[in-house]
């Protein structure tokens, strides 16, 4: 941005009334822009092919070639250079052509200077605020190219290939993988390196959202459809337009809404909850899972016929104990990506601490690797990381708790209060144990425990249990 405001803009005035250049090239040197001034079009035109101008600002009625000859010239030629049209007083139809063919904006003769001032700083604020636009998409680019997504395994490179030729197609995908292996960044990477990346990327977390507003967080509904749908709104589908639909922990979509999904995943067409009139959305889907969909559909609480729609190109990534060359990989690139952000010097990692992560699970994958190194990084006072935290252990100890009944009572802490961290307790350990049986699977849980899965994701989150490790 620095950069962007220090230049100094130049801006071309273009009129064969030779007052007018005086007058104006008076008011914009008074605020400090660079100002040239042409009597025609054509001297324009050769300007322009030997000077970069922020702006034209070119009168529309000249001899010879006229302002409109001018403007789609600029427009085809120079797409980074804005022009104001000045109109004579009162044709407002020529105000609209000019516009119509382009123009960012226009200034009615005789010119009021405040309103020239104005009209040119909006314009170069306008400039400026594209510019600055689209570096940052290019830096959003640059986070999700290839070079971010670390590894050296052969099945994983095999991977890339596979995104990098599906990433050019508007085919669905589905990216399956344990937790923390990488399904997001991949759907982001498919995203980005596709024709589609300047358009939005809409992630639906399919767990997150209650299952009675599923419908509507993704296809919209109209005012009353519901009690609270007090105005019209639009679905993430329709969000999407043009872009992409991110469907991730597609397995818990409710089986209410899968019907409707099956229709938009066949269409791209749907209506809003409440509406009849049918919309239909460009949007590329890309779905991700970790959970045994095959199982689901047996078990009839995923549908077959969703799944086929989605499986159309499915991507599997391995996850880290099947990868260990990737470990120092991994953990060179976190050091490198919050060695210094995290206010530390930390630069590098000792053989032994990569030795001792050689050696463990890894359930929560990558995900779990990054925090693990982050939290290393903050306990360093070097440069070098030489203490590793990895859990021993990594499965809970689910014994009932071995109360201690003296320090309760000496420390005054009202029965109540016991029996509430007792039950607290002992629903914490039903809970890990339910997991560990049902190896992480959520929706069985759920059914086993006779609650929604809603509620165990809750209690999943208040107790911080990391399911990745019950996971198969
Ligand atoms: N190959 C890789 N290179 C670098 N960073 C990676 C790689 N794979 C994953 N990560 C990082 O690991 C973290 C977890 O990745 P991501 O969120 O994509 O996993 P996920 O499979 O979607 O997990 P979950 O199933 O829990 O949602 C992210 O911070 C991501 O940037
Ligand atoms: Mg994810």
Same mark, same amino acid.
């Given at each position: 941005?620095?950069?962007?405001?220090?230049?100094?803009?130049?801006?071309?005035?273009? @009129?064969?009334?030779?007052?007018?250049?005086?007058?104006?090239?008076?008011?914009?040197?008074?605020?400090?822009?660079?100002?040239?001034?042409?009597?025609?079009?054509? !001297?324009?035109? !050769?300007?322009?092919?030997?000077?970069?101008?922020?702006?034209?600002?070119?009168?529309?009625?000249?001899?010879?070639?006229?302002?409109?000859?001018?403007?789609?010239?600029?427009?085809?030629?120079? &797409?980074?250079?804005?022009?104001?049209?000045?109109?004579?007083?009162?044709?407002?139809? &020529?105000?609209?052509?000019?516009?119509? &063919?382009?123009?960012?904006?226009?200034? +009615?003769?005789?010119?009021?200077?405040?309103?020239?001032?104005?009209?040119?700083?909006?314009?170069?604020?306008?400039?400026?605020?594209?510019?600055?636009?689209?570096?940052?998409?290019?830096?959003?680019? =640059?986070?999700? +190219?290839?070079?971010?997504?670390?590894?050296?395994?052969?099945?994983?490179?095999?991977?890339?290939?596979?995104?990098?030729?599906?990433?050019?197609?508007?085919?669905?995908?589905?990216?399956?993988?344990?937790?923390?292996?990488?399904? !997001?960044?991949?759907?982001? #990477?498919?995203?980005?390196?596709? &024709?589609?990346?300047?358009?939005?990327?809409?992630?639906?977390?399919?767990?997150?959202?209650?299952?009675?507003?599923?419908?509507?967080?993704?296809?919209?509904?109209?005012?009353?459809?519901?009690?609270?749908?007090?105005?019209?709104?639009?679905?993430? #589908?329709?969000?999407?337009?043009?872009?992409?639909?991110?469907?991730?922990?597609?397995?818990?979509?409710?089986?209410?809404?899968?019907?409707?999904? /099956?229709?938009?995943?066949?269409?791209?067409?749907?209506?809003?909850?409440?509406?009849?009139?049918?919309?239909?959305?460009?949007?590329?889907?890309?779905?991700?899972?970790?959970? *045994?969909?095959?199982?689901?559909?047996?078990?009839?609480?995923?549908?077959?016929?969703?799944?086929?729609?989605?499986?159309?190109? *499915?991507?599997?990534?391995?996850?880290?104990?099947?990868?260990?060359?990737?470990?120092?990989?991994?953990?060179?690139?976190?050091?490198?990506?919050?060695?210094?952000?995290?206010?530390?010097?930390?630069? +590098?990692?000792?053989?032994?601490?990569?030795?001792?992560?050689?050696?463990?699970?890894? =359930?929560?994958?990558?995900?779990? /690797?990054?925090?693990?190194?982050?939290?290393?990084?903050?306990? +360093?006072?070097?440069?070098?990381?030489?203490?590793?935290?990895?859990?021993?252990?990594?499965?809970?100890?689910?014994?009932?708790?071995?109360?201690?009944?003296?320090?309760?009572?000496?420390?005054?802490?009202?029965? =109540?209060?016991?029996?509430?961290?007792?039950?607290?307790? #002992? !629903?914490?350990?039903?809970?890990?144990? #339910?997991?560990?049986?049902?190896?992480?699977?959520?929706?069985?849980?759920?059914?086993?425990?006779?609650?929604?899965?809603?509620?165990?994701?809750?209690?999943?989150?208040?107790?911080?249990? @990391?399911?990745?490790?019950?996971?198969?």
């Amino acid at each position: 941005m620095a950069s962007i405001a220090k230049h100094i803009a130049s801006i071309l005035v273009v @009129d064969d009334d030779r007052a007018f250049r005086v007058a104006t090239t008076a008011v914009l040197n008074d605020e400090g822009y660079n100002v040239h001034t042409v009597a025609s079009a054509n !001297e324009a035109i !050769e300007k322009l092919g030997k000077h970069t101008y922020d702006i034209v600002l070119s009168d529309l009625v000249m001899a010879g070639m006229d302002g409109l000859q001018l403007l789609n010239h600029i427009h085809t030629n120079y &797409s980074d250079t804005l022009t104001i049209m000045i109109t004579g007083y009162g044709s407002i139809e &020529s105000a609209v052509e000019a516009m119509k &063919s382009g123009a960012f904006d226009y200034l +009615t003769k005789p010119c009021n200077n405040d309103e020239l001032r104005i009209k040119v700083r909006r314009a170069l604020e306008y400039k400026q605020n594209r510019q600055a636009l689209s570096s940052l998409r290019e830096e959003v680019h =640059k986070l999700y +190219t290839f070079h971010n997504i670390k590894s050296r395994n052969k099945k994983m490179r095999e991977i890339f290939e596979l995104v990098k030729k599906v990433s050019e197609t508007d085919v669905t995908v589905l990216i399956r993988g344990e937790t923390g292996t990488g399904k !997001e960044l991949i759907a982001k #990477a498919i995203h980005f390196n596709s &024709s589609r990346r300047d358009k939005a990327f809409v992630t639906v977390n399919c767990s997150a959202i209650p299952d009675q507003l599923f419908e509507s967080e993704l296809f919209g509904h109209v005012k009353g459809a519901f009690t609270g749908a007090d105005k019209n709104r639009i679905g993430r #589908a329709e969000e999407a337009d043009g872009g992409t639909l991110f469907l991730d922990e597609i397995a818990y979509i409710p089986p209410s809404a899968q019907t409707k999904l /099956l229709r938009f995943l066949q269409d791209k067409s749907f209506d809003r909850v409440g509406g009849s009139e049918t919309i239909t959305s460009d949007v590329r889907i890309i779905a991700a899972t970790n959970q *045994p969909l095959e199982d689901m559909i047996s078990e009839g609480t995923f549908r077959e016929d969703v799944f086929y729609r989605l499986n159309i190109f *499915p991507i599997t990534l391995p996850p880290l104990r099947e990868r260990l060359e990737d470990i120092p990989l991994l953990a060179e690139h976190f050091i490198e990506k919050y060695g210094a952000t995290l206010g530390r010097n930390v630069k +590098t990692i000792s053989p032994s601490s990569i030795s001792s992560m050689m050696n463990y699970s890894w =359930k929560g994958n990558i995900r779990e /690797l990054e925090n693990i190194i982050k939290r290393a990084i903050i306990k +360093t006072e070097g440069d070098c990381i030489t203490d590793i935290d990895i859990p021993k252990n990594d499965v809970y100890d689910t014994s009932m708790p071995s109360s201690d009944l003296t320090t309760t009572v000496e420390n005054n802490i009202p029965f =109540k209060d016991y029996m509430k961290s007792i039950a607290a307790d #002992a !629903e914490m350990k039903y809970l890990i144990t #339910a997991l560990k049986a049902h190896n992480g699977n959520i929706n069985q849980v759920a059914r086993m425990m006779q609650v929604d899965r809603k509620t165990i994701y809750r209690k999943i989150a208040e107790y911080d249990i @990391d399911v990745g490790q019950f996971r198969r």
